[in-house]
């Protein structure tokens, strides 16, 4: 059993991102490993443990350790554990925009995570980015308009699975474009390159703001970058951050699973706000 001791906690970037070692996955971790590995996330929002070759069922206890695993209704299913959902980019294509999971979901997801199986010889690294960092840096008269507006996106679950046709939006959601964190309090930008509008604006307004959002937010000056070997075990917080992954490997494998995480997180107390 992992215990506090042998955890180590690795910074990855200057703002945000961290590596863990010392923590063997595989097995149960004990419950004073399970806060510290909480309090990391909260602090770090990226977290990758390397080498660590889950199984499915592990996979999931994972996740469990930070929040509770979540029972998607569209997405295909791995057969040894339905809260897994398996992706393999040659069938289900690439995540190759800048996105945040679950935006048919109000509230999205928590916690999304992934477990590498096969990647390319080179390249498929995947970005995140900062989206606390990236509101932070607005001056005070456009966060104050911010907080009027929020983003509209398609409310299909089905357009969410893994190599979905993409049907006719139909129903829509709409998300604010600032975000208080329900875990921490802390405000964040929360835009996705899929929002097909904004409200409480006109539709030029709209068109102008979005492009300066999507823009400033997805700037290098706020992202950190990470490269997988099979048995990679990342998750990271999607209420926080937004991912992007880099398609620089041409038609080569990168298979992966799935599992997501949805409040309440654990070890913590939900604030409304």
């Not at 004990?30 to 309090?39: K, S």
């Not at 992706?87 to 509230?107: E, F, M």
């Not at 309090?185 to 999507?214: C, N, Y």
């Given at each position: 059993m992992t215990t506090v001791a042998s955890l180590d906690i690795r910074r990855a970037g200057p703002r945000f991102g961290a590596e863990i070692t010392g923590v063997d ?30 199984t499915p069922d592990q996979h999931v206890a994972a996740v469990d350790v930070f929040a509770r695993p979540f029972d998607h209704p569209t997405a295909k299913k791995d ?31 928590a916690i999304e995570s992934l477990t590498y199986e096969v990647v390319p010889e080179l390249g498929g690294h995947t970005l995140w980015a900062d989206l606390q960092v ?140």
């Open positions: 996955l595989t097995a149960p971790v004990d419950e004073a490993t399970a806060r510290e590995l909480r309090r990391a996330f909260r602090e770090h929002k990226v977290l990758v443990f390397r080498d660590q070759h889950l057969p040894a554990n339905p809260l897994v959902y398996p992706y393999n980019v040659r069938q289900t294509g690439k995540a190759s925009t800048w996105h945040i999971g679950g935006l048919w979901r109000d509230p999205v997801f990236a509101y932070d840096d607005l001056s005070e008269p456009f966060k104050a308009l911010l907080e009027t507006v929020s983003a509209v996106y398609d409310g299909n679950a089905e357009n969410y699975a893994q190599g979905s046709e993409k049907t006719a939006t139909g129903d829509t959601v709409e998300h604010p474009v600032v975000l208080t964190h329900p875990a921490t309090g802390r405000k964040g930008l929360f835009i996705s390159s899929s929002a097909t509008r904004l409200t409480g604006v006109t539709p030029a307004e709209s068109r102008v703001l979005l492009d300066h959002l999507l823009r400033h937010a997805s700037s290098p000056d706020y992202t950190i970058r990470f490269g997988w070997k099979p048995g990679d075990f990342v998750l990271w917080d999607n209420r926080a951050t937004w991912h992007y992954a880099v398609d620089d490997y041409g038609d080569g494998a990168r298979v992966y699973r799935k599992v997501i995480g949805v409040e309440p997180e654990k070890g913590g107390t939900e604030r409304h706000v």
